[in-house]
């Protein structure tokens, strides 16, 4: 017997609903996890891995899911002061990986180790440098009058592409960090294997609801 399209839009929205809680869920627990494995202050490198984490699966998540219509856990604001909530998370996201950038250059010059030598390291300055650029094309968005040539529903679009694509590249570095000799001598078998789904999970949810919310707003936009 084939479903209404009424009870098809329920159940879509429902499922959406559930992946997007199951995001929130996993970035917070993976957060808490790497805290609790790097134990932040027993060592200079301890807080990269807390403050990436931080960074890649918490603060940017929460952040890009700002604008899920069915996810967002601010949607009692109006669409500007999510945007307001957007930049913050993003810019403390920026902040926190700055620091964790930060003190592992430090540690790895105390230790007179390369930088960048590994794939990890590549990846996580390039997620890095590209939140960055994210949150200074933000500022056009905040302040359209800075941009009179661009059209805004563009820099919208510009936008959101792009900050799909920074978050993809900083759950690649998550996905790398994991495969590191740090990582791995810690967290073995099953263990590791859910953590490594983490990243991946909430890399999925978050492409499927920045989507479907940029779809959204078309749609409901006069």
Known sequence: MALSVETESHI???LRTASGAAAHLVALGFTIF???LARPGSSLFSWHPVLMSLAFSFLMTEALLVFSPESSLLRFLSRKGRARCHWVLQLLALLCALLGLGLVILHKEQLGKAHLA???GQAGLLAVLWAGLQCSGGVGLLYP???PRWPLAKLKLYH???GLVGYLLGSTSLL???CSL???ATVTGGAWYLAVLCPVLTSLVIMNQVSNAYLYRKRIQP
Do not use: D, E, I
């Open 176 to 178: 790398l960090g994991m």
């Open 182 to 184: 740090w990582f791995t």
């Open 12 to 14: 879509y929205r429902a």
């Open 145 to 147: 009058k800075l941009l």
């Open 160 to 162: 959101a592409t792009s």
């Open 118 to 120: 590994t794939r990890h």
């Open 34 to 36: 790497v805290a609790v």
